[in-house]
């Protein structure tokens, strides 16, 4: 029964494995008021004074993400990444998904190939394989906002534009989030059962 299930999750997430978390890199702690976001600008600026070496960084494309009539195609990705992260002083690898689960697959291979950090561009969905990826591993993830919802990247403030999200990729903060675990599934922002899923399955299809 869905009472049974919910028990089920309440109880595996109690006996949570306390390293069972994955780095992320935010924006900086606080209020939006009290607190700098990296910028284009100063992020340039610290490239070019040396102040921080050159930062390898993979993007996982998740080419369906979001809506169409919205949605960059992956040469337009390819080009606008590079060019922007070539800026920040950062050295791009694009990689792109092919299928469900590829994903995971790609952020494991990107930290094993020396990323230092491992972007999802795409929705909560992409967010969820990536870091499932590199929970118990070395990998640092950001995220490229690029889906319908974009719930895990609004929470945490990463900005909405994807230049702005690639400068907090490059130089902003990392610090540990927790990841959940439903039926040897991570995630790290919401799952569901139910009709809930069910929506969200029919709508990964799509």
């Given at each position: 029964?869905p009472v049974?299930?919910?028990?089920?999750?309440?109880?595996?997430?109690?006996?949570?494995?306390?390293?069972?978390?994955?780095?992320i890199?935010?924006?900086?702690?606080?209020?939006?008021?009290?607190?700098?976001?990296?910028?284009?600008?100063?992020?340039?600026?610290?490239?070019d004074?040396?102040?921080?070496?050159h930062v390898?960084?993979?993007?996982?494309?998740?080419?369906?993400?979001?809506?169409?009539?919205?949605?960059?195609?992956p040469?337009?990705?390819?080009?606008?990444?590079?060019?922007?992260?070539?800026?920040l002083?950062?050295?791009?690898?694009?990689?792109?998904?092919?299928?469900?689960?590829?994903?995971?697959?790609?952020?494991?291979?990107?930290?094993?190939?020396?990323?230092?950090?491992?972007?999802?561009?795409?929705?909560?969905?992409?967010?969820?394989?990536?870091?499932?990826?590199?929970?118990?591993?070395?990998?640092?993830?950001?995220?490229?906002?690029?889906?319908s919802?974009?719930?895990?990247?609004?929470?945490?403030?990463?900005?909405?534009?994807?230049?702005g999200?690639?400068?907090?990729?490059?130089?902003?903060?990392?610090?540990?989030?927790?990841v959940?675990?439903?039926n040897?599934?991570?995630?790290?922002?919401?799952?569901?059962?139910?009709?809930?899923?069910s929506?969200?399955?029919?709508?990964?299809?799509r």
């Amino acid at each position: 029964t869905p009472v049974s299930v919910l028990v089920r999750m309440l109880l595996r997430w109690a006996g949570s494995d306390a390293s069972r978390r994955v780095a992320i890199r935010p924006p900086p702690r606080g209020s939006p008021e009290d607190r700098h976001l990296p910028t284009i600008s100063d992020t340039i600026g610290r490239a070019d004074r040396g102040g921080h070496r050159h930062v390898k960084v993979a993007i996982v494309l998740n080419g369906r993400a979001g809506a169409a009539r919205r949605r960059m195609t992956p040469s337009q990705v390819d080009v606008f990444a590079r060019e922007t992260l070539a800026r920040l002083g950062a050295d791009p690898l694009i990689l792109l998904t092919e299928g469900p689960g590829h994903a995971r697959d790609l952020a494991r291979q990107a930290v094993d190939d020396g990323a230092d950090v491992v972007c999802a561009w795409g929705g909560d969905g992409t967010v969820n394989e990536v870091a499932s990826g590199l929970v118990y591993g070395r990998g640092v993830m950001a995220v490229v906002p690029a889906g319908s919802g974009n719930g895990f990247a609004r929470d945490l403030g990463i900005p909405l534009d994807k230049e702005g999200a690639l400068a907090v990729a490059v130089a902003g903060a990392t610090r540990m989030v927790d990841v959940g675990e439903v039926n040897g599934r991570l995630f790290v922002n919401t799952a569901g059962f139910g009709l809930d899923a069910s929506v969200a399955h029919a709508f990964a299809l799509r």
